[in-house]
T-cell receptor, first 117, second 112 residues
């Protein structure tokens, strides 16, 4: 089974509108972390937001928020007030494992977001 | 505060050759992970180094090896290159395995 599933290969959003990028994950480990990264065409992965498995509240970072639904194993990214510069690939990732056990990251296949003027 | 740096930015090799990619972590970070990202795919975890030892490894053959130096910088070596090794190789650093990983700009490797 895939550890991270992103079912939206491509998304379009009007400038200044909000958009939700979907992510579901699969783990039986109680300790894990969920991340979203943005990858522009230049290739560098830019960290956006983090949610720990024990965090009670949804994470927010500026215009980014993470809709964490633990029972459904989903960690959707919400971008508010989209800007043209938000056009990029977006990857959901999961760090699995307890401290000092040797963690690794799993990435989804990404969602290409295009912001329309 | 310098971020993660990688060298070279681009590289062209032929099948059967060997390649070494280099990574300097973000200041204060002690853990380095390497990823391979094929065109149109998400990054795939190769391995992670901490305290100069390989701590975790993904599903990659032994042709992929690495090293971490006392200053926390790292190298990724790939032997006997195959056409399928053509990809963007990303290095990420973090303070400890549990913390957020920050990525470098990557090295684009083309194997002909």
């Amino acid at each position: 089974a895939q550890k991270i599933t992103q079912t939206q290969p491509g998304m379009f959003v009007q400038e200044k509108e909000a958009v939700t990028l979907d992510c579901t994950y699969d783990t039986s480990d109680p300790s894990y972390g969920l991340f979203w990264y943005k990858q522009p065409s230049s290739g560098e992965m830019i960290f956006l937001i983090y949610q720990g498995s024990y965090d009670q509240q949804n994470a927010t970072e500026g215009r980014y928020s993470l809709n964490f639904q633990k029972a459904r194993k989903s960690a959707n990214l919400v971008i508010s007030a989209s800007q043209l510069g938000d056009s990029a690939m977006y990857f959901c990732a999961m760090r699995e494992g307890a401290p000092n056990t040797g963690n690794q990251f799993y990435f989804g296949t990404g969602t290409s977001l295009t912001v329309i003027p | 505060d310098a971020g993660v740096t990688q060298s070279p930015t681009h590289l062209i090799k032929t099948r059967g050759q060997q390649v070494t990619l280099r990574c300097s972590p973000k200041s204060g970070h002690d853990t380095v992970s390497w990823y391979q990202q094929a065109l149109g795919q998400g990054p795939q975890f190769i391995f992670q180094y901490y305290e100069e030892e390989e701590r975790q490894r993904g599903n990659f053959p032994d042709r992929f090896s690495g090293h971490q130096f006392p200053n926390y910088s790292s190298e990724l070596n790939v032997n006997a290159l195959l056409l399928g090794d053509s990809a963007l190789y990303l290095c990420a650093s973090s303070f400890d395995e549990q913390e957020t990983q920050y990525f470098g700009p990557g090295t684009r490797l083309l194997v002909l």
